[in-house]
């Protein structure tokens, strides 16, 4: 059975950053596209951030895009989003997904994941 477990969540000030990380257990990590989603209180799940299998394609939301690093390291079976200048506005649970893909495949929609965490809450301060 697969298991994702989120971690790094916090309090943080507006303009500072915040590392949350993905550990996956059970399955082939290797097999995997991933993905990062954030849902807000009393909105719709939203993509942030997605990252093939090999690890060379990348694919981010605009709003993210130039301050949010997505990476993993097949080793550890981790996928960590790097979140830098944040915005209030960046303020949501933080949830990470996972699918077996091809090679290069990144996948913006949530629909595209079978493999979820339960989350880790950001809070970014004004």
């Known amino acids: 059975q697969v298991q994702l477990a989120e971690s790094g969540g916090g309090l943080v000030q507006a303009g500072g950053s915040l590392r949350v990380s993905c550990a996956v257990s059970g399955g082939t990590f290797s097999y995997y596209a991933v993905g990062w989603f954030r849902q807000a209180t009393g909105k719709e799940r939203e993509f942030v951030a997605a990252?093939?299998?090999?690890?060379?394609?990348?694919y981010y939301a605009e709003s993210v895009k130039g301050r949010f690093t997505i990476s993993r390291d097949n080793a550890k079976k981790t996928v960590d989003l790097q979140m830098n200048n944040l915005k209030p506005e960046d303020t949501a649970v933080y949830l990470c997904?996972?699918?077996?893909?091809?090679?290069?495949?990144?996948?913006?929609?949530?629909?595209?994941?079978?493999?979820w965490g339960q989350g880790t809450q950001v809070t970014v301060s004004s």
């Open positions: 997904a996972a699918t077996t893909a091809n090679f290069y495949g990144v996948f913006p929609r949530a629909h595209q994941y079978d493999k």
């Open positions: 990252l093939s299998r090999s690890g060379s394609v990348t």
